[in-house]
């Protein structure tokens, strides 16, 4: 039996066990963290949130999936390093929300953005074991943005700090301004269209591997004083 908790309203901070449903309601747990960080954790099943804004020294954390509709979310850096995240061990969808963590915005299934705005400043926007796919927002990350299968871009405004990199799968940008400091790196194969792309650093790359033969840009605009590489 899921025991199930429904919030609804104003608080300071909420934490529990299983499946935390968080609705028109203002969360500030944004004071200084002393011996532990502020979390609010549904640690063994979902972490719904919608119509909220949230403000807390420390993360979002769920043992499956965390969705997140309609809400402005901060998370600041807590005692841990690795704190100031949002977290699904499961699937992480964000619609028509806006978030800003501090360390990093990470789902170990697939990611979904749609229509928000994320940024992360010290970390990365991460898929670790599946697709980060992003239609129609605006993404700052910090460091990095990785997917270990594809990542897919659609009008979209992308600033990364450091690789996008796709570990197993495709690229795929339609209709996005993508500007990226080191580089792009995909195994399989990269497909450009309708969008411009800004490479800048000085040892930056860009690569595509086992899908070379089937990549295409087509009706885009790359900035870049490095070699297409393959």
Do not use: H
């Amino acid at each position: 039996m899921i025991k199930r908790a429904f919030i609804n309203g104003k608080l300071t901070l909420t934490q529990a066990e299983s499946v935390i449903d968080i609705i028109n309601s203002k969360i500030d747990g944004s004071f200084a963290a002393t011996s532990y960080d502020n979390v609010i954790n549904s640690s063994s099943a979902n972490l719904n949130i919608s119509n909220s804004t949230i403000k807390i020294a420390g993360s979002l954390a769920a043992g499956k999936n965390i969705n997140i509709t309609n809400s402005t979310i901060e998370t600041l850096q807590g005692k841990a390093e690795s704190s100031g995240s949002v977290y699904a061990s499961g699937e992480l969808k964000i619609e028509d929300s806006e978030i800003t963590a501090d360390y990093r915005v990470w789902g170990v299934e697939d990611v979904f953005i749609t229509n928000s705005s994320v940024t992360t400043k010290k970390l990365s926007v991460t898929s670790q074991k599946g697709n980060l796919n992003i239609v129609d927002s605006d993404i700052d990350a910090g460091v990095g943005m990785q997917a270990e299968e594809g990542i897919f871009m659609k009008l979209s405004d992308v600033v990364v700090k450091s690789i996008i990199i796709s570990t197993k799968g495709n690229l795929q940008i339609e209709n996005t301004n993508l500007r990226t400091e080191k580089g792009i790196s995909a195994v399989k194969f990269v497909d450009i269209t309708d969008s411009v792309i800004e490479i800048f650093g000085d040892d930056a790359s860009f690569e595509f591997g086992d899908g070379v033969s089937g990549s295409t840009i087509s009706n885009s605009t790359i900035n870049t004083s490095c070699e297409l590489e393959s």
